[in-house]
């Protein structure tokens, strides 16, 4: 697809529909070693922090993509268009671990992203490329609501907080 970078500050997101409707991609890793891993997210948040654009994304310890995002300083974020609603299904309950090189399955082409080391996907309609600034580890002693532990049912993975800077921002042309 054609897509064009974009100011950060002109992007137009809506971005509680686009976390949980439309789902994301996370994608760490390095494109050039082909030594990368990606998963559908659909829990995490955009905005500002430190005065940087920024993206949050939460990562369960049992995900291979967890691999990736320690190992590597990049990742991006990338939405598509409604069509690809199933191999983000796959990509989203299929471990890396399993199937190397799922995206493959799923018909996905991964593609060099400027500015950082991860890829991106061609099919993409939003890439955000994302450099990691913060990590932490959720804490359930730090829970504030009962009904947050009913997420992890007789599970204690809790996901990893990753913040990333975004650096970079590309979008399909004509859409926006
Ligand atoms: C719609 C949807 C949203 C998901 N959101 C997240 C998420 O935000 N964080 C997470 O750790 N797993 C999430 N998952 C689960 C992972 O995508 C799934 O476990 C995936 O197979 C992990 O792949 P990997 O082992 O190759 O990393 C989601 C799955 C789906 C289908």
Redesign the pocket.
């Known amino acids: 697809m054609k897509r064009s970078k974009l100011n950060i500050k002109h992007l137009e997101l809506r971005p509680f529909y686009a976390w949980e409707h439309e ?1 994301f991609l996370l994608t760490a890793g390095n494109m050039e070693k082909n030594d990368f ?1 990606t ?6 948040s955009i905005g500002c922090m430190w005065n940087k654009p920024f993206v949050q ?4 310890p049992s ?4 691999e990736f995002m320690d190992k590597y300083d990049t990742f991006t974020l990338c939405r598509f268009p409604k069509e690809y609603k199933k191999a ?2 796959y ?7 399993d199937v190397p090189d ?1 995206h493959v399955k799923a018909g996905l082409t991964p593609i060099k992203v400027p500015s950082i080391d991860a890829p991106g996907f061609d099919e993409a309609d939003l890439i955000l490329a994302c450099k990691k600034i913060y990590w932490q580890d959720m804490d359930e002693t730090h829970f504030l609501d009962d009904k947050i532990i009913t997420k992890y049912p007789g599970e204690t993975d809790f ?1 990893r907080i990753y913040f990333g800077e975004i650096v970079h921002c590309e979008v399909v042309t004509g859409n926006w």
Request: charged share 15%.
């Open positions: 789902w891993n998963m559908t997210v659909a829990w995490g994304a939460v990562v369960r995900r291979h993509t967890l983000l299904s990509l989203g309950s299929t471990s890396g671990r799922k996901h």
